[in-house]
C-alpha cells in the first residue's frame, strides 16, 4: 500500500476543520469591496480594518493610483519576464535609483516579494563556509532563507545583545576566518518590539560580522525621513544590508535590498530568487515608486504613533493584557487560550472590526494574540470605535470581567 | 577536556528536567517529539540551553538529524571532540 502524502497534515486539518463554519472563521475571510484603506465591506457590513499593516494609508493615495493606471495603460499589465531577460523596463531602474537617494546609499535591488527579498539575499550571501546568525523571533522568510542556503545556522535569543556575544564568540573561536551574517529586523511584527540596534550592531561589527537588517515594518513608520529603525537608532553606518517590503506602508507588493558593498550588483547574477521569477509588474513599479517620494518628503509618522498610543493605552486601561506598548503601529491583546482568542475574532467581525487572529508558532512565546495593526489613515473617531468593540467583546467572553474578579479577589 | 558519552548524557538529562513536565524516564533511546511530546520550537529553546551548558555551537542545520537524547548526546561529544 502506498502512503498518502497528506497523511502528514491530519492534525492540522483536524484543528482547521474545529473551527467555526462561514462568516466565524478567521481563515476564509475574504473582503467582498474595498472602500478605502481603513474600510472594506464583510460579510455585507461595512468592517474597520484594523489588521492590514497598511501603516501609511498608502493604498488608496491618489497620486500612487494615478501613477499606477499611467503605467498600466503604457506599459500592460505585466512583465511576464525576469528581470535578467525581458523583465527590466526603465520603470525598475527607476524605482532602483528612488531607493538609492531614500536611502542615500549606493546599491539597490527590487525583488517580486518581500519574502523572496529575505529568501535569496541570506540564501546566496552565505555560502557552505559562511554562519548565518538569527534571532529566535525571526520572520519566516529568514528562516526560510537560511534553510534554502547552505551556510551554517545559529540562533540567539530574541534581542538579548549577551546572547548573541556568546554565540558569535564561540563561533570566532572555532573559525576566526569565518564569514558571518548577522540578521536582524528593526520591528518585529507580532509585538512590535524594536530590536536595540547599537548593542547589537556593536558587537556584530566586534567580532567582524556583517549586518543585516529587515525593516519590512519599519520603513515609513521610523526615522527621521521614514528609512526606518536603523535611521530612528542612528546606525545606518553600521548596517550593511538593509531589506525591506512594499507591502506595507508603500501599499503594494514587491521586496529590495539596499547596501553600500562594493560587490552588491554581484547578486544580480547568482541570486536565484531574483533571477528565476517575473519581476514586478509596471503599475506596482510605478505606485511603489511614487509612494516612497512621498514618505521621504510627507510625515504621517506622528499621526501613526498618535493612533497606536490611542488604542493600545485605551486597551490597556479597560484591563486587557497588552503584549505591547503603543510605541509601534502595533496594539496586541493577549488571551490565554486559543478557544477564546478565536472566538474573540469571530465576535469582533460581527461588531464590525477586522483585526488579525495570530496563533503559534507564528507567534514569540506561544501566545495567542490579537492583533491590530494601526494605520495613519485611521481616524481618533475609528479608533474609539475599536475600542468600545473590544471593550464590548471582553466583556461578552468574559475576559475583562475575569481580570476585575482577579484584581478585586 | 573531552569528556566521556556518559557524562554527557547525565549534563544533557538535567538539562532537560525542566522541558520533561510529565515526568517520564529518559533513556537514549528517548525521542524529543514523540516521548517528551516537544514542539519544534521547544526542541529549538532546549538547544540553546545545551549549548550554553557546553560552551559550543550547535548548528540549527544539525536538528533534523537529531531525534533521540542519544543523538544529540553523540553530537555533543562529536562537537566537544573537534
Known sequence: ?409 | MTQNVDEIFERICTLLKPFNKKDIAIGKDTTFSIDLELDSLTVMDMLSEIEDEFDITIPLNMLPDLETVGQFTDAVHKLLSE
Open chain 1, 1 to 409: 500500500m502506498t502512503l498518502d502524502l497528506f497523511e502528514k497534515f491530519d492534525p492540522i486539518l483536524n484543528d482547521y476543520n474545529s473551527l467555526p463554519d462561514g462568516a466565524e472563521n478567521p481563515f476564509t475571510v475574504s473582503m467582498e469591496k474595498v472602500l478605502s484603506p481603513t474600510t472594506a465591506i464583510i460579510n455585507g457590513r461595512e468592517t474597520i480594518l484594523a489588521g492590514t499593516n497598511n501603516y501609511m494609508g498608502m493604498t488608496f493615495n491618489p497620486e500612487c493610483m494615478a501613477a499606477a493606471q499611467e503605467a498600466l495603460t503604457d506599459f500592460g499589465t505585466g512583465t511576464t519576464g525576469s528581470r535578467v531577460l525581458n523583465g527590466t523596463y526603465n520603470s525598475h531602474k527607476q524605482l532602483e535609483e528612488t531607493l538609492k537617494e531614500f536611502y542615500d546609499c549606493q546599491h539597490a535591488i527590487v525583488f517580486s516579494t518581500g519574502y523572496q527579498a529575505n529568501l535569496g539575499v541570506i540564501a546566496t550571501l552565505a555560502g557552505p563556509k559562511d554562519y548565518v546568525v538569527i534571532d529566535t523571533d525571526s520572520h519566516a522568510s529568514i528562516y526560510d532563507g537560511c534553510a534554502m542556503g547552505n551556510a551554517t545556522v545559529v540562533r540567539f535569543k530574541h534581542n538579548d545583545p549577551d546572547n548573541l556575544d556568546k554565540r558569535l564568540n564561540r563561533i570566532r573561536r572555532d573559525d576566526p576566518e569565518a564569514g558571518i551574517l548577522v540578521v536582524l529586523e528593526g520591528v518585529y511584527s507580532m509585538l512590535g518590539d524594536q530590536a536595540p540596534l547599537k548593542e547589537l550592531t556593536r558587537i556584530s561589527k566586534k567580532h567582524n560580522a556583517y549586518v543585516l537588517v529587515d525593516e519590512a515594518h519599519s520603513i515609513g513608520v521610523f526615522g527621521e525621513t521614514g528609512r526606518g529603525v536603523a535611521q530612528e537608532q542612528d546606525v545606518e553606518d553600521q548596517v550593511d544590508f538593509i531589506i525591506g517590503t512594499f507591502s506595507k506602508s508603500v501599499g503594494t507588493i514587491g521586496g529590495y535590498c539596499v547596501s553600500n558593498h562594493p560587490k552588491f550588483e554581484a547578486l544580480r547574477l547568482v541570486c536565484r530568487p531574483y533571477i528565476f521569477t517575473a519581476s514586478l509588474p509596471p503599475s506596482v513599479v510605478a505606485s511603489a515608486t511614487k509612494a516612497l517620494e512621498l514618505i521621504a518628503s510627507t510625515n504621517l509618522r506622528s499621526k501613526l504613533l498618535d493612533n497606536s498610543m490611542r488604542l493600545n493605552k485605551g486597551l490597556c486601561d479597560v484591563g486587557f493584557n497588552m503584549g505591547t506598548t503603543g510605541e509601534s503601529p502595533i496594539a496586541a491583546i493577549v488571551i490565554d487560550d486559543q478557544d477564546t482568542a478565536i472566538a474573540f475574532w469571530g465576535e469582533m467581525i460581527k461588531e464590525g472590526v477586522y483585526v488579525n487572529l495570530a496563533l503559534p508558532p507564528a507567534t514569540p512565546n506561544r501566545m495567542n494574540l490579537m492583533r491590530c495593526s494601526l494605520s495613519a489613515a485611521h481616524s481618533f473617531a475609528q479608533i474609539d470605535f475599536m475600542l468600545e468593540k473590544f471593550t464590548l467583546v471582553g466583556k461578552r467572553l468574559g475576559i475583562l470581567q475575569d481580570k476585575v474578579a482577579s484584581l478585586t479577589g
